[in-house]
Every structure is written in C-alpha cells, then in structure tokens.
C-alpha cells in the first residue's frame, strides 16, 4: 500500500511569501510561535514556520495529537496570540488587525459564554458588537435560536445549561453575524452523535452556501466526513497538505460493492480476480458504523414512538 | 474645619494643571514608549522592536479616536448585567444594615448631632461605594481572561479601547445609580435622626419683667402699649431642653400679641408660634441650624511678634502639626486678616464674623473661665489711618462663635483719639479690602488660629445641595477608583490588580506625607531643592532606604556622614534617584485626601464651586489617561498566553 503522504503536491512552496489571490482567505507565511515565560526564556516552540493556505468555499481541516499546534495556529489566526516571527493574513489583513472580525465567526474549543446571560442575552450581545441594526439582530437571534433548536431555553440563564446546549448557542454565537470565515475548534465536541450529526451537515450546508470553513478537530471521522482539504501538524511542524479524498485513496486496492449476489456469482467473481492475478483480500458482508446504527434507530423511534427498534 | 490648602478659583487654577497636566502626558507618553520599545526589543530584536512599537502607534491612535459608541455602550451593558448578577446588590443590604443599627452607636447627646449623623452617612457611603467599584473594576476583566470569555469578545469588531471603555462606563453607571440611592437615603435618615420636637407649657414660664403688676396696667390706662417677659425651659426631648423667652404685648385696645423664641442648643433652635385661644398654647416648629451650608469668605493671614515687628507665623506651642500658630496675650502681638472683595452689596448689614479659635494655657487661673480678647476693624490704607474701637471678647473653644460686626461703629485714629461714628464701607473698607485685627488680652495665654479659622459668612446656601455636592465628590473618586481598577486589571490579575488599586488609594490619601519623606532626601542636595523651591531644613539625616538599612546593619548613626567612598555615593544616588520616583509617583496620584468632602458638610460649610469644579477637571484628566493606558496595554497584550 502506497503512503498518503506522497498525495497532493499542490500545496504553496514553503517559505515563499507570495501575493494573495482573491480565493485565498487565510494565509501564513513562515508563521511561528515561541512560548516564553516572564523572563523572556523559550519554553515551548509551538508552531514551527507554518506555511498554509485556506482557499475561499472549502473545509479545511487541521489535525494533529495533542500540543501539535492546531490550537495555537487558530489563536494566531484570531489575533489572541502574536507571532513570534512570521505572518498571519486573514482576508489579506495581519491577523491583529481587528477589523477583519467583522467577517469572520469564531467557535472556541470550549464554549466561553457570559453564563449570567440567557440565550437571547447572549446573542444580542454579540449582535450588537456588529454593525446591526435592532431589527436585523432581532431576526436574526430568533432564525439562530430556532437553527440551534433552543427556542424552549432562551430565556435560560447559560449557567443553567447541558455542555451541548452551551455548544449550540456557542455555534449561534459564531454564526450572529453570518460570516464569511467560519474557524471552529473541536466543533463536535461534547455533542450527542444526533449533534454531531447535524453540526456536520450545517458544516456541509455553510460550505455550500459558499462560507469558508477552518476547522481543528481531535474526531478524524468527522474530520474525514466534512473536510475539503486537511494539514497535519505535529510537534508544531506541518507534516502533510491535501485534498483528503486523494489523501485517503489507496491507490492500488479496488473496492466492489453489490447487491443481490448469489453464492455461485460470488465464487465466480473471486475465480475472475484469480483469473486475472489480482489477490482477493476479502470478501463479507459490510457493517453498519455504529453512529449510521444509531441514527437509524432514533429516527425509527422518532416515526413510532413506543415500538422496540426491529432486530437487523 | 481645617483647610490646609487655599481654594483658588477654578480659572485660576485651570491653566497651571493644564500645564502640569500636559507635562505630565507627554512624560508619561516618552516613558511608555521607551518601555514599550525595550519590551519589543527584547522580544524581536532591537530593529523589529521598532516595528513592532510603530506598528502598535500606527493603528492604536486611529482605534482611539474611532471609538464606536454601539459597541462600547454593549460592553458597559454586559459590565452591568454582570454587576447586577453577581449580587452587586448585597453592598445596598450593607448600608441598610448600617443604618439601622448604627443609630444606636452615635452619640446624640453630643454638642452637634448633625455633624455625626452627616460623618457616618457620608463616611459609610464613601467606603462602601469605593470597595464596590474596587471589586467590580478589579475582577471583571481578568475573570474574562481567566474564563476565557474575552475569546468570543476580541474576535468580534471590538476594539480594546471600547473593551476598557465599556467598563469603565458600566461599573461607573452601577456606582452612580447606588450612589444616588445611597444620597437619598442618607438625606432622609439625617433628616429623620435629627427631627424632634418640645412641648412648653405656660404654665411653667416665669414672668421676669421688670416693674410688673400695677404699672403695666398704669401703662396700658394712659393709651400706650406694655410689654411683659416669660422665661421658663422647654421639656426635655432629644436629651436637650432650650431656654425659652415670650414677650407678651399688651397693645392699647385690649388685645395681646404673643412672640416666642428659642435659644440655641446642640446647633439648633425651634420656630414657636404661639395659638391663642381659651387658652394659650404655643407650637413648636422642626428644629433649623442644625444642617446649613455656610458660605466663608476667607483673608489672608499675617502676624505681628510680641514686639510688634510683622513675622509670617506667630508662635509655635510644641504642636507639631503646624497648622496653627499662637500669639501671645497682653503683648504687641497681633493677628491680622485682610480680606478681598468687601462691598456693600455683598454685606450690606455689617460684617458677620465667625472665629473658632484655640487656646493655650500657660497657667490654669480658673480653668472654666474663657479667655479674652479684642478684634477690630482697620482700614488697610496707612494714609488714611483710621480703625474701630476694640471690641472684647471671650473664645468660645473648640466651637465656632459668630461675632458679627455692624456698619457703624465707633472709630479711633491710630494714636487711639476717637473719630465719632464711621461707617464700615466709608472710612473702613479700602477698594474692596478691609483687615481684621486680633489680640489676645489675658497676659501668660495664647490664642491660636489659622486663616481658615476667621472668616466672614457671606451667605448660606441650601442644605440639600451641600448634601448633593458631598456626594458628588464621592462619586468623583468612585470614577477615579474604577478607571484604576479596570486599567490595572488589563495587565494584571484580579486579586493583584485590586491591591495596585488600593495602594494607590492609600498612596493617593498620603501623597503629602510621601512628598515629605521623599524630601527628607531631596532636600539634601541644593539642585533639587531650587528644583522643587524646598527649604534646606526639609532635609533629614538618615538617607533613603538603602542607606537607612546599611546604617541599621552596620550599627552607624544618622548623624555621623558615610565615608565619602564610590560605593556609599553610588548608594546615595540609587536612593536619590528612588525617592524622586517616590516623589514623582505621589505627584502623579489622585490627592484623594482633597477629593473628601464630607467635613464640609458634616461641618455645615459649602463646598465651594470652584473646588468642585477644579475636582471635575482632575477627575476627566484621570479618566482620559486612565483609560489610554488601558487601551495599550490590553492591545498589547497576548490574551490567549
């Protein structure tokens, strides 16, 4: 099997600064940061020279373990951090320039919400740091709330609420000014899989609606399901750039799926493939994923309340 | 009251704190950016660091000046939501409690009972509101940073300046809103606390006319009026009773017209009317004097020694607070006042004289008996040498005595050969100033007194706008309070941010006497007391605190000098160079001690215009530097480090 790691060579020649075309939303150039204690002294070299370009109307996906710089290069990108050396361009701005908030949205790894606030207090809020008129912040409040589907819990103080629901209205939150970047961080996390589920469609819907869409997640799965493109960071190095289908396709193994094959027809296509010096490497039956078994059953007791799920 | 420094009027006293004001900007502005730079340089290297401060300039002066008022009004409005639901409340519950219990705690049987009620009302306010905002300022923002909810904030089109703003409008609009309910609860309360009332009966009122009986009655038959007097006390409320005279005019066809009037006790007195009826019974008004706003026109101060020469102070009787001087009786010795702006439109009565003097003993004699002493009138003119005759007096100590001055008096040339009658603005006042001479009659005692302690009452202004002042002067240092807070709360944290803060309300309420210890040292050095106009005698021996602990450790006396050794100059100029940062600190802070008006009102003086104003400007110079410091150091700050 060949290594995913020789895929797309597309990706910008590193340590080359280069002019921004209109379809690039987030650049860096060489972008590094040190973490340095009081005294000034090194203690941690988070990102080293990233180099990395977001393409408007895609879903870039970065991943890496733990401490491998995803977060940091987020923070970089929102101005929560500075460079230690390096560039940061989002909207062909510096990073640091506060301005080009206006046209981004922001969901933190953790919800950091004002929890004395309830949901329409929260989004009103953050409404009226953008240049929205009380009508349009209206509106759009109540299109949010119902989007998230926390309309019987707007007017709960946010201390009162689930981890998910504190994700939902943190997602509303990011979404208030509809932006035209949208940086998620661990957007999945603390969701039911019926949450994930849906942040993943609303993902695949805001992509089609032609936002862009940074995102860092530790799920690979959804990562894998929502994704565009995808970097890999470790120990804050950048480790691989690409297009994920192209990434993940093992090039040199062919997959065939059917239905309604006899056992007769199944050895003689095994037969074929020996005939013809492939190798059969297996053949069954394939499995549901737990997340597809999952849905499927909620949504059965959602059509028929009260009925067992049917045995599969 | 004591008022150590004079109040100038305000635009006299505007253009030199511009100019102190300016200066200190634009040293503050050169100093932030040498540090700003260093900090950079260290950071990226010397040429970087360049870029960096420049870069920081570059966009910090336009997000300065394009401060939006939407957005910084949302961000106030979160600090008071954040305020009210984090129980800012509970400080009202406090007050309440203090109130309601602390009328049992004050003395009413005191002389001034106002004068206490107004000190706990005021003090108590100033105190609570002062921690209030301490607390809000101080923990909000590095809450914020702790919890990380200042991610979702700086990501949105917030600038940092309206993040500083924004609070510092938010816990200000919290503390005013308290602030005014506190005021109208404590006008209620001293109000409230002070009212009461007495019952006479005429019954118990002795008739002391002089020659009563059949030759009044002679009087009222030859078809003129008679008057008679009944003296008698009123009952006791309020652990006080007033002496009580009614003058009962028996006019020529047959009916009586009543007056009756109280004296004055623990500051106040009572309007009586009396009601006639079957029988006559007398109704006794809310008591009035207690709460007044006292409008003094103060003069300027001069001595003359026991000899009679002129000396800018008189003696020193071993108090080593200065702030009175002595002169000493039956002797040459003289204090005089010369005041300003003395018309006949502004005193047309006469001159209402209030003295509160101190007396020093040098021997007991019948301790119990007052001192005497004279004051006169003196026109300032040499030329034209003429003065009242001596008008003698007792000192009523501790205690403000009115004396007031009529216009005509009887006038004496310098060598003492009477004038006749003269008139106060004819022959005594010489354009527009008059002198207010003073000696004290008793040989081997003293009087002492300030300028602030003779003064003419102009007028008297209402209570409630006194009250009113007073508590806008709270409200001043609140603003100033949580400006600090919110400022050093963008580079610290909460607990150490709140300590910053209350040290430099602590500083802020010593600064002279961090000026004096400073100048211990200062002073020692002829540079730097031409500098700072200091006297060489300000010095002390000893050194600053690093010469302080080597003499203690190596057992040396202050008086001896150190080997004049490289090392111990080297020492003396570290210390020089910290006490004039110590120096430069105290002068930078808010002078909170001047900001604290509540002896005004407590001791029924109006807080003048002028000073309220000049509080106005200091507290916009506060805000506005407060607030630009904020700005940069949370736009430098890396919030997610």
Known sequence: ?312 | MVVEQEVLPFLAWLPNALLIFAGIVVGMGLVGLFVGYLVAAVRHGPGEGFYVVAGVLNTGIPDLVMISPRRTWAMARLAIQESLRNRVLVAFGVFALILLFGAWYIDIRNDDPARLYLSVVLGWSNFLILILVLVLSAFSLPNDIKYRTIYTVVTKPVRAGEIVLGRIIGFSAIGTVLLAVMCLISYVFVIRGLDHSHTIELADLADVTSGTGADSTAVVAAGQSATRTLEGKSSFNAHHRHDVKVTITENADGTKSYRAVADTQMRHTHDIQVVEGDEVTFEIGPPHGALQARVPVYGKLRFLDRTGRPSDKGINVGNEWGYRSYIEGDSQARAIWTFNGITESRFANGLPVELTLRVFRTHKGRIEDKISGEIWLKNPNPAKSVETVRIPFVSAEFSTQQLPIPRKLEGVDAEGRPLGEIDLFADLVDNGKVEIWMRCAERGQYFGMAQADVYLRAADRPFFLNIAKGFTNIWLQMIIVTCMGVMFSTFLSGAVSMLATMASIVLGFFTQFVTEVADYVIARYPFFRRLFELQEEQGAPGGGPIESAVRLFTQQSISTDLDPTPANAVMQAVDLVLMLMMRLVAFMLPDFRSFSTVDYVAYGYNISGDLLAQHCAATLAFVLVLAVIGYFCLRTRELAA
Not at chain 1, 42 to 61: C, N, P, S, T, Y
Not at chain 1, 149 to 172: D, F, N, V
Not at chain 1, 192 to 214: F, N, Q
Not at chain 1, 226 to 236: E, M, S, T, W
């Open chain 1, 1 to 312: 099997m060949q290594s995913p790691a020789t895929a797309e060579a597309a990706a910008p020649a590193a340590g080359k600064p280069q002019q921004q075309t209109p379809d690039v939303v987030i650049e860096t150039r060489n972008l590094s940061k040190i973490y340095r204690d009081f005294w000034g002294r090194q203690k941690v070299r988070a990102l080293k020279a990233l180099d990395l370009e977001v393409r408007r109307g895609e879903i870039f996906g970065l991943l890496g373990p733990n401490g491998s710089g995803k977060s940091t290069t987020i923070k970089l990108l929102l101005g929560l951090l500075f460079p230690s050396s390096g560039r940061a361009l989002v909207f062909d701005r510096d990073a640091t320039d506060v301005s080009k908030n206006e046209r981004i949205g922001y969901l933190p790894e953790e919800s950091y919400l004002y929890k004395f606030l309830n949901a329409e207090e929260t989004l009103d809020f953050y409404g009226r740091l953008f240049d929205m008129s009380a009508a349009r912040r209206r509106e759009r409040i109540n299109e949010l709330i119902d989007m998230v589907g926390l309309q019987w819990a707007k007017r709960r103080q946010l201390k009162e609420y689930s981890k998910g629901m504190t994700r939902r209205i943190g997602l509303a939150q990011a979404l208030i000014n509809d932006p035209e970047l949208l940086m998620l961080d661990e957007p999945t996390t603390g969701l039911d899989p019926i949450g994930c589920r849906e942040m993943k469609d609303l993902i695949l819907k805001l992509r089609d609606e032609g936002k862009t869409i940074l995102m860092c997640s530790h799920q690979l799965a959804d990562v894998q399901d929502v994704c565009d493109r995808i970097a890999i960071l470790h120990q804050g190095e950048l480790k691989e750039l690409g297009r994920v289908d192209s990434l993940l396709k093992v090039q040199d193994v062919t997959q065939i799926r059917a239905q309604g094959l006899s056992k007769e027809a199944e050895a003689e296509i095994c037969a074929l493939i020996e005939r013809n010096g492939g190798k059969l490497l297996a053949m069954e039956n394939p499995t549901w994923t737990l997340e597809e078994l999952f849905l499927n059953i909620v949504r059965e007791s959602e059509a028929h309340p009260g009925r067992r799920a049917q045995e599969r």
